[in-house]
């Protein structure tokens, strides 16, 4: 459509000039016709509440995970997809129709080519993609609500100037009810169960499973129900996994379009009690974002989108009636480790501080022998415990909190819960985790138990074993150590005054904190690598330490507390940066190392779980490590501007990275090790969002440079 402007048409749409948006341009792959083929573009919307809505950028589903209503029904798990796609067909006033979706089908088929009509589209404030169509453009946008379980579908019919004529859009529904990790085998005698309502139907895909609600603004709906068989899932035929699925059509929305007309579909768990406006929808998003950011105190197009892509994760849990963090998307549920470390950067640092503190207590509540749980299955069993470090990110994160909030009362709440974790260790707790009387420092693990970040399994084989003492989990336990004593002495002053009983517990408490990181620090020396200048990556229960140049070392230059000399955390960090560092994070070991893997899944076309996590921790880089390495850098190059330019030319690629690839609008998990570095794993990881958030926040000269030196709003693909 001559002089349309999709950017012009979001401002407009919600009310606010100034706003500026990343508009990925698709015309060049038009005439290329490739769109089809870059599945590894794709979009994400989420509620809150652990549902979601996510396909590819040409609205297909290559994924077991895609769909347009995937529903937490215990939140944030026990995710289940019900809507999985909608397929429009346009009819325009000469009666000539164009297909707008695009599906992938066995045998490599793409039918239909709506991909072809494809010219725009844009993550913020909602996904947004722009139809060229004969006589004009239709608009469509998809937002999942905050706080409810509801996905809002909206239409909107753009006509050319001088063009007064309607539109017709008849849209095929096409439903599923099945565990969003499964896939779904149809059966000719298997009908859909459905109760048509004024603007709306009912779907329940058999008399037990549970019924979801489709509703529109307008139009009649015809019931018409049918299988299609044979989709394709291209990224699980990538995965190694099963590729294919059958879907139910349920029937058919049609409405009659007239020119700016807009049409909303809804899915819900309940009955939509009010008809929805797109428009209306969409600026209600957009002030809630808006919000969101002037917590933050800070500004930006890189700002804005971090937060937003920061929010996607914060979820509200059913089970503790808090606050929790999904660690990332689409398949990991709420992870211990993942949580305290994402925290930082998605709330503390972001002003979000109730939603902080309720994340904490959260976790805190399942506190069990001294450690945080691992993780909590999405199919909502008791959660596990097979984690040594979470515990440990848990003090940091709580004296961030203190630092940014003062919240003593807080502090009286969590504190004797970390006292109670440093008496665990010192007992000694599950999986061999307790701390060495001899030298002070932490120590772990037993055969087929894998405790530390790097936890990749393969049946009983643990990738990367690491059993004995880890260098940053002694760091680690280095801060909690310090952070204690701090914190103790902090309560002794700021609440309980200069006397009596509870002030010498507190003095005394924080002596003996003082005391055991002198002996931890003493201790930790026993990790200095001589010969290669840094630190060994773990000393064994035998004695044997491993020199491989792991990435891990760098938290002992980068946290609060300093376990090292400054000479040689000048000296980590300098061979971390010749070995380990990319534009996308740190390498998980130095590519000279015989065992390192530079391509997640060795290379393999059709990467198995077994071949992925062989390779997981042996060379591909993590985005998250970034942050500690901003801190490290800092701690040691200081504060000056080139510093900053160095730091910010190493972070672009990840701010490109968030507009233009893998799933729009987010970081993804981990990166290849080897050049070009292509996007795998999670699509949407929350440490990686986190920690860049962090850092663009807590160093306003960073942020400055990179503000000033993002791609433009219109990127062409």
Same mark, same amino acid.
């Given at each position: ?568 955390? /000048?000296?980590?960090? +300098?061979? $971390?940066? @010749?070995?380990? &560092?990319?534009?996308?994070? %740190? #390498? ?97 990881? /929350?440490?990686?969002? +986190?920690? $860049?958030? @962090?850092?663009? &926040?807590?160093?306003?000269? %960073? #942020? ?14």
């Amino acid at each position: 459509m001559s002089g349309f402007s999709l950017e012009s048409f979001l401002k407009k749409q919600i009310g606010d000039e100034e706003s500026s948006f990343c508009v990925l341009d698709f015309k060049a792959l038009q005439q290329t016709d490739s769109l089809a083929e870059r599945s590894d573009l794709e979009w994400l919307s989420t509620n809150g509440l652990g549902s979601y809505a996510s396909q590819t950028i040409a609205l297909a589903n290559s994924r077991r995970y895609h769909g347009l209503f995937i529903a937490a029904l215990d939140p944030p798990v026990r995710r289940t997809l019900l809507l999985s796609r909608l397929d429009e067909v346009a009819v325009t006033a000469d009666g000539k129709e164009t297909e707008l979706s695009t599906s992938y089908w066995q045998g490599d088929a793409v039918a239909p080519h709506g991909y072809e009509h494809l010219r725009a589209f844009t993550n913020l404030p909602v996904p947004t993609w722009q139809f060229d169509l004969p006589g004009g453009v239709l608009v469509k946008q998809v937002v999942m609500i905050h706080g409810e379980q509801r996905v809002v579908i909206g239409y909107t019919w753009v006509p050319d100037q001088g063009n007064s004529e309607s539109l017709v859009l008849k849209t095929a529904v096409l439903a599923n009810f099945r565990d969003f990790h499964s896939e779904t085998k149809g059966d000719a005698g298997w009908k859909f169960l459905q109760n048509l309502r004024s603007n709306g139907v009912s779907i329940r895909a058999y008399e037990e499973a549970s019924e979801w609600h489709l509703d529109f603004s307008s139009g009649s709906y015809t019931e018409d129900g049918d299988w299609y068989w044979n989709y394709s899932w291209s990224a699980e035929w990538e995965r190694g996994l099963a590729d294919s699925e059958d879907l139910y059509r349920t029937g058919f929305i049609t409405v009659d379009l007239k020119p700016g007309e807009s049409f909303t579909i809804t899915a819900g768990l309940e009955i939509a009690l009010q008809t929805f406006d797109i428009a209306e929808v969409v600026r209600n998003e957009w002030i809630r974002q808006a919000e969101i950011v002037a917590m933050s105190g800070a500004q930006g197009r890189i700002v804005h989108q971090l937060l937003i892509a920061g929010d996607q994760f914060i979820v509200h849990r059913a089970s503790t009636g808090g606050a929790s963090i999904l660690a990332g998307y689409h398949w990991f549920s709420d992870w211990g480790r993942d949580a305290m470390i994402s925290i930082t950067g998605l709330l503390i640092e972001t002003g979000r501080h109730a939603l902080a503190r309720s994340v904490l207590s959260t976790f805190a509540k399942h506190l069990s022998e001294g450690l945080l749980p691992n993780h909590f299955p999405d199919s909502g069993q008791d959660p596990q415990y097979n984690t040594i470090d979470a515990t440990l990110w848990w003090a940091f994160a709580l004296d961030e909190y203190y630092r940014n909030t003062g919240d003593v009362a807080f502090l009286l709440e969590q504190v004797p819960l970390l006292d109670k974790v440093v008496i665990a260790h010192l007992q000694g707790t599950r999986h061999g985790i307790k701390v060495d009387p001899v030298d002070g420092l932490l120590e772990g693990g037993e055969p087929h138990v894998q405790l530390t970040w790097m936890d990749a399994k393969c049946g009983d084989l643990v990738v990367t074993p690491r059993q004995g003492k880890a260098v940053e989990i002694n760091a680690l336990w280095f801060n909690l150590l310090k952070t204690l004593e701090l914190l103790h002495t902090t309560l002794a002053s700021a609440v309980l005054g200069s006397e009596g009983a509870e002030f010498d517990m507190h003095t005394g408490l924080s002596l003996r904190y003082a005391d055991m990181a002198e002996k931890a620090r003493v201790g930790f020396s026993a990790f200095w690598n001589d010969s290669e200048g840094c630190l060994f990556d773990v000393i064994g229960k035998d004695g044997y330490v491993d020199p491989s140049i792991r990435p891990n070392q760098i938290f002992a230059v980068s946290l609060p507390f300093k376990v090292i000399s400054p000479e040689q955390a /000048a000296g980590v960090l +300098a061979v $971390v940066e @010749r070995e380990l &560092l990319t534009g996308f994070g %740190l #390498r998980t070991l130095a590519p000279r190392d015989p065992a390192y893997k530079g391509i997640y899944g060795e290379t393999m076309e059709a990467a198995d779980q077994y071949h992925r996590d062989l390779t997981y921790h042996q060379g591909t880089a993590w985005p998250f490590l970034a942050g500690h390495w901003v801190d490290a850098r800092v701690a040691i190059h200081g504060h000056q501007q080139s510093n900053f330019e160095f730091i910010a030319e190493r972070l672009l690629p990840l701010i490109q990275h968030m507009n233009e690839e893998a799933c729009i609008g987010s970081i993804s998990e981990i990166f290849d090790g080897d050049e070009p570095h292509r996007p795998m794993g999670c699509i949407a990881q /929350a440490w990686s969002v +986190a920690e $860049v958030t @962090r850092v663009v &926040l807590k160093y306003p000269q %960073l #942020r400055e440079i990179l503000e000033a030196t993002v791609a433009p709003p219109a990127v062409a693909v």
